[in-house]
């Protein structure tokens, strides 16, 4: 079993930055594919950034440029870095992770097993 818990979330103007982190129960870098994936209000949730367990990465055209997937795997924790928010950003943002073999390439969130809760984010000015 995979516990993940999200955080940094919050409210941020046009043009700002923020970093949530995941942390998470156990390592699992190299045998889990990992991601992070937005449901804003009114859509379905969409992937935003993913990793497999051999560091290939993935970014939604969305976020290409301006969001960046990483991992401590020493603190067992991910951040997504996201700078030159927009508004459309405004979404709840969730960890996600499966385990090999796994979809990591524009992945939907029914290819993921593990969830974290959520972390709300906030472009607005």
């Known amino acids: 079993q995979v516990h993940l818990a999200e955080s940094g979330g919050g409210s941020v103007q046009p043009g700002g930055s923020l970093r949530l982190s995941c942390a998470v129960s156990?390592?699992?870098?190299?045998?889990?594919?990992t991601a992070w994936f937005r449901r804003a209000p009114g859509k379905e949730r969409e992937s935003v950034a993913t990793?497999?367990?051999?560091?290939?990465?993935y970014y939604a055209d969305s976020v290409k440029g301006r969001f960046t997937f990483s991992q401590d795997n020493a603190k067992n924790t991910w951040f997504l870095q996201m700078d030159s928010l927009k508004p459309e950003d405004t979404a709840m943002y969730y960890c996600?992770?499966?385990?090999?073999?796994?979809?990591?390439?524009?992945?939907?969130?029914?290819?993921?097993?593990?969830w974290g809760q959520g972390t709300q984010v906030t472009v607005s000015s």
């Open positions: 996600a992770a499966d385990s090999l073999p796994c979809r990591w390439y524009d992945p939907r969130d029914a290819d993921f097993h593990y």
């Open positions: 156990k390592d699992i870098h190299s045998t889990h594919c």
């Open positions: 990793m497999s367990p051999f560091n290939s990465s």
